[in-house]
């Protein structure tokens, strides 16, 4: 399963790559440039979205189920900062369905023309998946295959320290590797998609290859109004009795951009 995931994840990064490689042009075309190193777009400023849904079952049965999603970038001259977070909460009769939080901070700094460093911080819960909380603070370096004004394809590895409180099992800590890729398609003047891809291929704990993948599609409706819909799949081959090894996540709501 190991394999699989790596090979899967090089031939996608392969495949967006390969779709533009045609028309790059000389190192300095502006065309080209990313857009933390653009002057026009680096003003210091925060943008991003606010997304929010509810779905309310009242009849034969009642459940509640309530999304918060957050997307926020601060672009400079030579760095910017990302924020992400998606909470998912339902219940159904009354009891606690799914209960699952995931937020990442992320701070990428410009050295040379397409390489970059970073720190991030990612938080995530699970109690379903006997996860009260895990911290992974995380460190490498990474390339921007593609810098084009509407398409960015960035690939990025390094490794990073975490830290798993658990329910019930015992708890575990330890470094692990990073391999990540995330892209960003703008389809029109009101639509785009973007993509994150990180694997862990030897987790803390109970070892085996941990992944994260999330698809979201955000459709502007009128002014800062629009419709976002993310896909989340968290995979991890090693689980505890009566686990499963994907959980996949589906999210819609309303949006404000800002």
Do not use: C
């Amino acid at each position: 399963m190991k394999s699989s995931l790596s090979l899967l994840f090089a031939a996608f990064t392969s495949l967006l790559a390969s779709s533009v490689v045609h028309a790059q042009g000389r190192p300095d075309d502006p065309a080209f440039r990313y857009i933390a190193n653009s002057p026009a777009s680096g003003d210091g400023r925060w943008k991003g979205t606010l997304g929010f849904g509810m779905t309310l079952n009242n009849g034969n049965s009642e459940s509640t189920q309530a999304s918060l999603s957050a997307d926020a970038v601060r672009t400079l001259r030579d760095s910017r900062i990302l924020f992400h977070t998606l909470l998912i909460h339902a219940t159904s009769g009354g009891d606690t369905t799914v209960d699952n939080d995931l937020g990442e901070l992320r701070y990428e700094r410009n050295f040379a023309q397409a390489a970059f460093g970073y720190g991030d911080i990612t938080l995530e819960r699970d109690p379903f998946r006997d996860l009260n909380l895990r911290q992974s603070y995380a460190g490498g370096l990474g390339y921007r295959l593609l810098r084009l004004d509407d398409t960015q394809l960035n690939i990025y590895a390094g490794a990073a320290y975490t830290l798993e409180d658990r329910r019930t099992a015992e708890d575990a800590r330890g470094w692990e590797p990073t391999l990540g890729n995330d892209f960003t398609y703008k389809i029109s003047e009101t639509a785009s998609i973007a993509e994150r891809w990180v694997l862990f291929p030897t987790t803390v704990g109970n070892g085996g290859v941990r992944s994260v993948f999330q698809v979201d599609l955000n459709v502007k409706i009128s002014g800062r109004i629009g419709v976002q819909i993310s896909f989340l799949n968290k995979y991890r081959q090693n689980v505890g009795k009566g686990e499963k090894s994907t959980d996949t996540i589906l999210f819609t709501g309303v949006t404000a951009g800002f």
